[in-house]
């Protein structure tokens, strides 16, 4: 995301128990000159029976008690903490910083630092602090080819899934908090919600050269990736941003450009009712015709 988000070779995988399920190297020519160059993701990073229509991604939860896993039984605990994964691309300028929060239930998260290193990561520096919402574990990370931050879309998905994907291993009473439960999870969310309800997108300037684009909907898996392409799709520049995983809900913030300027009014309403129309409209099933 941040600056150019070329597209390299780079190799992607979902990690389980720290072992990759699917790995498959993938080299393509820059992601602004091709939207197909976003298709293989879900084949890269998801199994298919992995993925979600969009039916399915409208599976929600409230904060309530959810099963963990004790000698190997389920039992009802308190209120489970709502998890939460930030991807943030503009708080330092030479690394990816990734924020991780589930109350105060996450403990050194060496399995998770080591799954990022099997994605070809760098963990440069780590920090743990505690505030009101719990713990917070961060982490700057950068690629191990040349030392420099992540700004292929496709790999901050993969990062994105396989730190969740090891937050439902660890911690599987998260399942029913997060909406890719219903993919990864040993249980999935028990409620759902109108995915027209929680969908929000806002576009504002943010200075001369660029502007703010801000977008709320319920999460699923390649998400990231689907924005970038549709942004992308209609000659809008993705600067820079921030990728939160809450919950339920995936919250973008995304700096944007068009030509170096902040986008016009009209502009911004078609960036808008892109987004809109893709986020909302209902997917076809494959083997429907």
């Known amino acids: 995301m941040a600056v150019a988000m070329v597209s390299s070779g780079c190799t992607l995988g979902i990690y389980t128990n720290l072992k990759a399920l699917e790995v498959q190297p993938i080299s393509r020519p820059s992601l602004f000159n091709s939207a197909s160059s976003f298709d ?7 199994s298919p029976k992995l993925r979600l229509s969009s039916s399915a991604s ?8 959810a099963p963990t896993v004790e000698d190997g039984s ?4 308190d209120t489970v903490p709502t998890p939460k994964v930030i991807i943030d691309q503009d708080s330092d300028p030479d690394a990816t910083v ?11 998260l060496l399995d998770t630092m080591g799954a990022l290193k099997n994605l070809g990561l760098n963990v440069v520096k780590a920090e743990v602090f505690l505030d009101s919402s ?16 992540i700004e292929d879309p496709e790999m901050l998905e993969a990062i994105r899934l396989t730190i969740i994907n090891n937050l439902l291993e660890y911690h599987p009473e998260s399942s029913g908090q997060l909406a890719m439960g219903a993919a990864f ?24 050269e660029r502007s703010l684009l801000y977008v709320e ?39 944007v450009n068009y030509r170096n300027k902040a986008l016009i009014k009209p502009l911004q309403l078609v960036l808008a009712n892109s987004l809109r129309y893709y986020l909302r409209r209902p997917s076809t099933e494959e083997g429907s015709f």
Not at 58 to 65: E, I, N, R, Y
Not at 98 to 108: K, Q, S, W
Not at 240 to 251: R, W, Y
């Open 74 to 77: 389920y039992q009802e605990t």
């Open 134 to 149: 719990g713990k917070h574990n961060k982490f700057a990370i950068t690629k191990v080819s040349d030392g420099r931050k």
């Open 98 to 108: 990734v924020e991780i929060t589930f109350g105060d239930r996450l403990g050194a």
């Open 40 to 46: 293989s993701l879900n084949h890269s990073c998801i």
């Open 185 to 208: 999870g040993v249980l999935p969310p028990n409620e759902q919600v109108d995915i027209d309800i929680a969908t929000r997108i806002r576009v504002k300037d943010d200075g001369p």
């Open 217 to 255: 909907t319920v999460d699923r898996p390649g998400l990231l990736v689907d924005l970038v392409r549709i942004i992308t799709d209609i000659n809008v520049n993705v600067v820079s941003g921030e990728f939160d995983t809450e919950g339920l809900l995936a919250k973008a913030t995304f700096h």
């Open 58 to 65: 409208t599976v929600v939860v409230k904060a309530s008690s």
